[in-house]
């Protein structure tokens, strides 16, 4: 292993935070305040509804140099993603195709062979190496919580561990250098980013590329998606922030592109050193950033007005179907449902359960904050509420065919961008 590098100067500490988190400005401007919340995945059962339960700042800023959207305030990565983490990405159908596909598309992009060593950062439950694993790959993941087990009763080997240096020394000592890194939904939840960098540094082959994926700032602002802010997301990245993060630390963003996932995602591969190739997507994609205004602070004051909207005119439906006596309930329990529904001031009294499939880690737990009730979604069949909201309404077309199919006639209620309301068809 050569030129190992010390990125220590990107680690942030729990707390306050006042510049930059990639490039140090401290004149950071305001995107949106949603006020004090609790982590959304912390998920209280009967047992512990009667203690206290903490809530942080969830306050989202945005630099005007780099473009970086991020929290100023920082929770421990402990108590953030603890041991009961109840987040599987396997028993999403769309999300468990959308991982298949992508390890197909990576491995012909990158003329990956069979037995290259493929590493996932924050594997969850494996769904993502599987796919690797059955094109021929040798595959570890790495995932602090104990969805880890999970993924190695299924077959996938996985290291229960933060991912730092010390965690990609070991890995390359027992398995070799790496050939492919992936970190899907998981770079922008790291606060220890050098010590990120660093284990990349150690872990890669000379030729080795970091493929990161994540939700795409420009597309959250388009689309109004404030509920994708929460305290596991400590960054909503651009490009251009991307490329002055890796690029001024001895990496090269070599090339990006624009990808469905989570209502909009930003795909990145990143090649370990200064001289790699660069596509031309790269600078068209910093072009298109510039043009639609991320440098504006106009943008932000647009996107926190388009979110108060949403906020009022959800709240506003939950309060006229009490008032009319109509049942108003929720299904899916995506960490954003925490903060749409925190954020609107929604709480039991207005939605008294959120269905969530039978196979969910959530089962039986409360939505943080609010304290809803999470039920297994066979009573939406049971009892065919007259509104369902659909809080995973990124996913709402398929959601939705799914529950018709089932034999649901209530209507939907897609929250954001904006609030529609969809009939049950003739």
Not at 204 to 224: C, R, S
Not at 377 to 382: E, G, T
Request: hydrophobic share 35%; glycine share 8%; proline share 4%.
């Amino acid at each position: 292993m050569t030129n190992v590098m010390d990125f220590s100067r990107l680690d942030l500490e729990p707390g306050p935070i006042s510049g930059c988190q990639i490039c140090g400005n401290e004149n950071l401007e305001l995107c949106i305040d949603l006020g004090h919340q609790p982590l959304c995945d912390t998920l209280p059962d009967h047992k512990e509804l009667t203690q206290p339960e903490m809530t942080y700042p969830l306050r989202q800023m945005w630099c005007p140099k780099c473009t970086l959207s991020q929290l100023n305030y920082i929770v421990s990565k402990d108590v953030v993603f603890h041991s009961e983490y109840p987040y599987r990405s396997g028993i999403t159908k769309e999300l468990a195709e959308y991982q298949d596909q992508l390890s197909n598309e990576a491995i012909d992009y990158l003329k990956l062979k069979e037995q290259d060593l493929v590493v996932d950062v924050g594997s969850n439950d494996g769904t993502l190496l599987r796919g690797f694993q059955r094109r021929g790959m040798r595959v570890l993941g790495v995932e602090p919580t104990n969805i880890a087990q999970i993924a190695v009763s299924d077959g996938i080997p996985t290291v229960q561990e933060f991912f730092d240096q010390t965690t990609a020394d070991s890995i390359r000592s027992e398995h070799g250098p790496a050939k492919l890194i992936t970190a899907t939904n998981v770079f922008a939840h790291v606060a220890a980013l050098g010590s990120f960098l660093s284990g990349l540094w150690r872990l890669l082959d000379e030729d080795g590329v970091f493929m990161l994926e994540n939700h795409y700032v420009m597309e959250i602002i388009k689309g109004g998606q404030f509920d994708s802010i929460y305290h596991e997301h400590l960054r909503s990245y651009s490009l251009t922030s991307l490329v002055k993060l890796f690029n001024d630390n001895g990496f090269t963003v070599m090339d990006a592109q624009q990808v469905s996932r989570y209502g909009g995602n930003v795909r990145v591969y990143v090649g370990k050193g200064a001289n790699c190739a660069v596509s031309d997507r790269v600078g068209e994609i910093l072009t298109m950033e510039r043009e639609f205004g991320l440098f504006e602070q106009r943008t932000y004051d647009e996107f926190r007005a388009r979110a108060e909207k949403a906020k009022d005119d959800l709240l506003a439906l939950a309060i006229d179907c009490k008032r009319r006596g109509l049942s108003f309930v929720g299904n899916s329990c995506p960490g954003r449902s925490a903060t749409l529904l925190n954020y609107a001031g929604i709480q039991v009294d207005l939605m008294p359960w959120i269905a969530e499939q039978p196979t969910s880690l959530k089962i039986d737990r409360h939505l943080a904050g609010t304290h809803i009730p999470i039920l297994n979604n066979q009573r939406l069949i049971d009892e065919q509420p007259d509104y369902v909201v659909l809080l995973a309404w990124h996913y709402a077309d398929a959601i939705g065919a799914q529950l018709r199919d089932r034999g649901l006639h209530s209507k939907f209620v897609v929250p954001l961008p904006e609030l529609q309301i969809l009939d049950c068809p003739k």
